[in-house]
């Protein structure tokens, strides 16, 4: 069974620094886009990040541009999310998504939750001010 395994949760101070892992259970993500999103209480799931399977190319969404970076390790198939300077409003349920259909989209197609058709449980970012 495939599956996305979040990691590297936790509560930090405003101003701080956390390093989210995604970790997946098969090779067939290699080549897939590997995006993350968050969802803060009362809110939807909204896109945070996404990489594309070469690792060349890389969507932020405006709140964390300058301040976010994701990267990813074919080798050993994790997708990490260094999140700097965080802030109150970066509070939230991280999620690891996973596009493994192969197909070549758009940047915005990839900031939508229904291009990914994997999803982890989702790793606790709790920022205090």
């Known amino acids: 069974q495939v599956q996305l395994v979040e990691s590297g949760g936790g509560l930090v101070q405003a101003g701080g620094s956390l390093r989210l892992s995604c970790a997946a259970s098969?090779?067939?993500?290699?080549?897939?886009?590997m995006g993350w999103f968050r969802q803060a209480p009362g809110k939807e799931r909204e896109f945070v990040a996404a990489?594309?399977?070469?690792?060349?190319?890389?969507y932020y969404a405006n709140s964390v541009k300058g301040r976010f970076t994701i990267s990813r390790d074919n080798a050993k198939i994790t997708v990490n999310l260094q999140m700097n300077r965080l802030k109150p409003e970066d509070t939230a349920v991280y999620y690891c998504a996973a596009d493994s259909s192969g197909i070549y989209a758009s940047e915005s197609y990839h900031q939508r939750r229904g291009a990914y058709n994997y999803w982890g449980q989702g790793t606790q970012v709790t920022v205090s001010s």
């Open positions: 098969a090779r067939t993500f290699t080549n897939a886009v």
């Open positions: 990489i594309r399977g070469s690792g060349g190319t890389t």
